[in-house]
């Protein structure tokens, strides 16, 4: 070791041989800190267990659980509408294929007949045309604009039924050639033939979204149950939250029965019955599409009623399998951590964040990590530690939608104050 | 009774007496404290000690007399801060609590200045960092650089901690923060005593120094996105 710290005195030894030999000792002992910490690079899951905390925060309570069950909730609209949503689908790939159709007729006019190209009326007809073939989606009727240009455009109607002379139209008589007006024509009849479907589907999607507006209301509703249950649940008011539950799924039930309005039933119902026939077969009605989301809630309340206590055998059965009386299914956050113990800290910052102050982002992290470790330097005694760590809540950046909520913040002081540095 | 005379009562005198005892006792500890204290601490590195290739051999009693007065402040900062914001009747039981703690503190700060040494200790001689071509730095060298220019900062990160406790908003953050930049200046000044003893080049000074925090910094960073 000596010997090596003389290095610079050897003799015919450059200043360029030393310097590299300093750097690579200092990339080296880099190299060895960060692969001796970093699991990902040392190929190793370990999974230790933290004796120093509560264990309740590495094995998710009926609080963290209904958070899962949120996105659960909040899929049941989309279940509700997703027949009607199929068929509007089909509806609408129909309609693109015609108006793309038109597009392509159009184009060819166009050549046939170069000196239409400065008819703006004829331009705009393209345009819109192109236009609501992309645009018609299931949820998303034609350009609306397109039904006015169809209903305007007068003056190409007027040529094609040789109700008015070509001299009293802008363009010359004699540039026009006949397969050009037998295509004005065609096109003028295909226009007609689109007016009707194309009206029709976009007075229905109309009908569709203020469905989809209903429900997202009553969806908004029940999920606010359940967050005021959530937080109940987090501030020990087991009963209270077990109410709110049971108004949630009442309110779920309801949604069952759900029917859209009358328009948009007398839409489906004047479809030709062939495209009826064959969407009710691949599309199997739900009779009742909360089903799924009212057994989840029933079990969470049933969970609750045991104190959050989890079955002996630690073998919870999956959201689809079969599921024994009293227990409830859940997603398993995080009952092993996969880091060395060095780096608990951030998994345990990162769980917290996640769980009660969504969300984890890095930038959250750290700056809660940073203004967390003078707390946890200065104070040893929880109760201060709790009270200072929910202060500092306030001032992480960037700021979270819960970080002023009480009861989580509270929730997340109390497992954050036990961490010992 | 020349005093009666005058129209002056034997307890104002004593009153009198006693105030001008608080007063000179009070100026005197403040004086002791400012020429111990405030020099080591808004000078550092200071001179003496730090003088070039200083070997800090006499400098027992001098370090004794800055740690004393270190921890005193700090009793005084952490005590008064404890006895405005609890109840007065536990006043004693406070008192003597916080002694304890703040000597147990100064302890532990003592012991991990050692440890902090044993660390530098080895990075400074990879850095280059020596007195001259066939010297290093010794372990005493490190010891007491650092000594002398953490203890002074006990006051100050004393006034922290309490200044936490009642504190919310904006003036928590900025208290939350403070240690940090704290650290900064306390880094700074070390590169700077160590500079002055060695008289060597600052890269390598620098880079003893900043060499760990970078590792550390890389390994934070690391994990924080992983």
Known sequence: MHEELELPNRPGLSLDQKVPRRAFVSMALLAASVTAVHPKITGKTINTEIPD?????????????????????????????????????????VLRRKYEALRKDIDELMRLAPELKVDKNLCRLRDVAAASKNNITASNTPDPRLVAVIKTNFELALIASNQVSREEVKWSASEISPEAIEKIKDILCRIDNLNTPTASIQDASTELSKSDGELTTEIKSVVSAVREAINLLLRNESNAAILKLESAISQLNALDKYKPSKKLLDYIEGLPEDIRIEYAKKNKSVTTPTSTAQELLQ????????????????????????????????????????????????????SVLGTYLPHPTPWRIGSCSFLLCPILFAYSDENIRIQKIKDMFYSIIPSGEFDTDDARTTAAAKILAKIII | MANEENGERPGD??????????????????????????????????????????????????????????????VIIIGSFKLVYNNISESAAIISQTILDVIKLSLCVIIAVFLVSLVYFPIAALSGVKISQNKKLSLRQVFFTTLYIIVPWLPIFAFIITAILPSKGIILLLLL?????????????????????????????????LAPFFMLGVIFLILLLS
């Open chain 1, 53 to 93: 905390l509560d264990d309740n925060y590495l094995i998710p309570g009926p609080a963290d659980t209904l958070t899962v069950y949120l996105d659960e909730i909040e899929k049941v609209r989309y279940d509700i509408l997703r027949q009607y949503y199929v068929i509007f689908g089909f509806m609408a790939a």
């Open chain 2, 177 to 209: 923060m403070a240690p940090y930049l704290c650290l900064i200046y306390i880094m700074l000044n070390f590169m700077r005593a160590i500079k002055v003893i060695t008289d060597c080049n600052w890269t390598p000074v620098i880079l003893s120094v």
């Open chain 2, 13 to 74: 005198l004593a009153v009198e007496s006693r105030l001008k005892k608080i007063f000179d006792s009070s100026r005197n500890f403040l004086a002791s404290a400012l020429s111990e204290w405030l020099p080591s601490l808004i000078d550092q590195p200071t001179n003496p000690p730090f003088v070039k290739k200083a070997i800090f051999n006499d400098e027992i009693a001098r370090i004794a007399r800055l740690i004393v007065m270190a921890v005193l402040l700090s």
């Open chain 1, 299 to 350: 079990r969470a309340i049933a969970w609750i009623k045991v104190d959050g206590r989890f079955p002996n055998d630690q073998s919870l059965p999956k959201i689809s399998g079969a599921i024994e009386k009293g227990q409830v299914e859940f997603i398993r956050i995080s009952a092993n951590l996969t880091a060395p113990v060095g780096i608990r800290f951030f998994t345990i910052l990162a």
